[in-house]
Every structure is written in C-alpha cells, then in structure tokens.
C-alpha cells in the first residue's frame, strides 16, 4: 500500500514545470518560512515569546528524537531502493527514510502555534502537510514515513504544551534575560 500511494504522487513529477518548482522550494525553503514567522511572533509580546518558546523547544526536542530513531532504526529511502522519479540528482544523503525531519520540525512547530493562534496555526498546518506531500513528490520519503512523522512533530507539540507547568520557569528566565539584555520592560 506504501509503495502504491508512494508511485501515485510521485508519477507526475516531472511532467509540471510549476508543480515541480513548487515542491522544492516548499521543501527546500519553508523552515525558513517557519523561522522567520516565529521570529517576528518573537518581538510582539510576552504571549507571543511564550508561544515561540513552547514552538522552539518542540523543535529541539523532536529533532533530538528524530536522530535518535535514525540511529536505531534504517529504513532505505524509495531512490535507493527503486528507479523513482527524483527533482534533484541522487542525494548524496543515504540515512533513513524514516523519520523526516523536514515534517518532524514542520508539525511540532505548527501544533505548538495552533494552541495560541488558530487561524495561523492552521495555515501552518497546511504548509506543514504540503512540507511532508514535496518530499514525496521530490523521491525522498514514503508516505508512511511523512505519517509517522507528522504524528512525530505533533506529540512532541503537544506533550510541550500540555505540560507548559514544567517549562514556565524556563520561559520566564528566558524572557526576564531578553527583557534585561534588551532594558525592555
């Protein structure tokens, strides 16, 4: 089934020049994107610092986690496996399939900013699933990759939040030095 939902999205790349280009730079590029968003939600104010922190240490843990599991489980990416259809030539990058990464950070970052802000979490979410969709398109990962990590990303997003009583006292040190480096008040 993996491999038949894998062949299906992967079949039209190639054959549309705008899709193609679309696919990479959303793989490419929207972590950017997602930095750059947490960075102006970081200057707003004390909410919007916490949102960024609870974001950010979603990110660092499921990243920790993500390279944990690559080191204990390998799973071959679909171009090494069998003749797909790649954007790129072959990466020179042959780690496991599974988790992504790129999904990974997408998810946990965009259900940490779904917690506090509905209608641009949302739009994260979508960019989050169109982040995990290139790098199917692209020949990189199997679609129960992106699925697993997408579950990955959110866990992780959600364990942050839900204990947020453990991480205040971090978010606190962490504004309360910004505020005196920067003399702000």
Do not use: E
Request: proline share 3%; hydrophobic share 50%; glycine share 4%.
């Amino acid at each position: 089934m993996d491999d038949k939902v894998f062949r299906l999205i992967n079949q039209f790349t190639g054959r549309y020049r705008f899709l193609d280009t679309f696919m990479i730079i959303i793989s490419k590029k929207l972590r950017y994107l997602f930095a750059l968003i947490l960075l102006i939600m970081w200057f707003r104010n004390n909410i919007h610092k916490r949102l960024t922190t609870f974001a950010g240490i979603s990110a660092l843990i499921t990243l920790l986690l993500t390279s944990v599991i690559k080191l204990v489980y390998f799973k071959h990416r679909p171009f090494s496996k069998k003749r797909v259809n790649l954007l790129a030539p072959v990466p020179s990058k042959k780690d496991s399939s599974f988790p992504s990464k790129h999904t990974t950070l997408a998810f946990s970052i965009a259900i940490s900013v779904l917690f506090y802000k509905r209608t641009l979490g949302c739009i994260l979410s979508v960019f989050a699933f169109l982040a995990g969709l290139s790098r199917i398109w692209m020949g990189q990962h199997y679609p129960s990759d992106i699925i697993g990590s997408a579950l990955i990303g959110s866990i992780v997003a959600l364990f942050v939040n839900f204990s947020s009583n453990f991480w205040d006292p971090f978010f606190t040190r962490v504004v309360h030095t910004y505020n005196r480096f920067f003399s702000l008040k």
